[in-house]
């Protein structure tokens, strides 16, 4: 089993940051991603890491803006949010996956219960 906790969400201006947090208890060879819903809206990978942290997958919106990264000595993932847009408002949820990268909610068997990031225009 797995546990997984976000945090580090909460409102900020549009073209500003925030840095999301997932820590995670139990095994660590997981992948692990970052989903977002907004609502009315389907939820959608945002980005995804391999477990050694050597390969990341993103959303096409959020390249250039948005990193992932692990420390696995901490059993944590970080997501560090830039230049924020109001179309990036969405509950962040944190997911975990014995599998390779994917962007298939369905792939990550383990999910947080959510951080809501809200960007102000």
């Known amino acids: 089993q797995v546990q997984l906790v976000e945090s580090g969400g909460g409102l900020v201006q549009a073209g500003g940051s925030l840095r999301l947090s997932c820590a995670a208890s139990g095994r660590r060879t997981y992948t692990m991603a970052w989903f977002r819903q907004a609502p009315g809206k389907e939820r959608d990978l945002v980005a995804a890491?391999?477990?050694?942290?050597?390969?990341?997958l993103y959303k096409d919106s959020v390249k250039g803006r948005f990193t992932i990264s692990r420390d696995n000595a901490k059993n944590t993932v970080f997501l560090s949010m830039n230049s924020l847009k109001s179309e990036d408002t969405a509950v962040y949820c944190c997911?975990?996956?014995?599998?390779?990268?994917?962007?298939?909610?369905?792939?990550?068997?383990?999910w947080g219960q959510g951080t809501q990031v809200t960007v102000s225009s």
């Open positions: 997911a975990a996956g014995s599998m390779g990268l994917s962007s298939e909610a369905s792939e990550y068997s383990y």
């Open positions: 890491i391999s477990w050694a942290g050597g390969t990341t």
